[in-house]
């Protein structure tokens, strides 16, 4: 399976974080059509409540599933920085810079996953129901700015695609040695795993 898996460029391990993020962006950008609004606030003298609505499942929706796909990409990366070549057996490292292209592009994705997650988690927690004299916060009621979903969708969409960007050249990388280290089988020259490879 892992072969199969191999060969196939590692499309199908990555399809689960394309469509989990798809999910994720969507769900954000249904949650700012769906949030509750200001005049959905009602006031029984100085104490105000607000029913729940919609943009509260959406957004941990579009949380869970997002973290879900970041993880899987992170740990698809990760594997590819040190890689076995099915049909010589040998072990490959990546070199320096390549290291240094994967850990920049993950530590960028991370980051906008966790404002991400952030505005997602704020917003979601102010569409759950609050009630006469607890509100959101010290017994006041909170509703969401706009565009505040929007902006967790924009990020969310820079975490899908930095992380993409980070497997892809993973990958674009363990096939280049993976045809050098042929080429040289080939050639009678060594397939060392200690070879560096550019």
Known sequence: MEQKLERRGGIIPLSPVFLLGLIAVSACVAAEFKKTKANDIKLDGKLCSLPSSPAFGLGIAASICLLTAQIVGTTFVGSGFRFRDEETNDNFNLNFKEKILG????????TSLGFAEILVGVGASMNREQKYGKGWLDGECYVVKNGVFMAAALLSFATLVLILAAAFAIRRRRRRRRRCAQ????????????KNFT
């Open 103 to 110: 850990l920049l592009l993950l530590l960028l994705s991370w």
């Open 183 to 194: 080429v040289d089988g080939r050639d009678g020259r060594s397939t060392s795993p200690s």
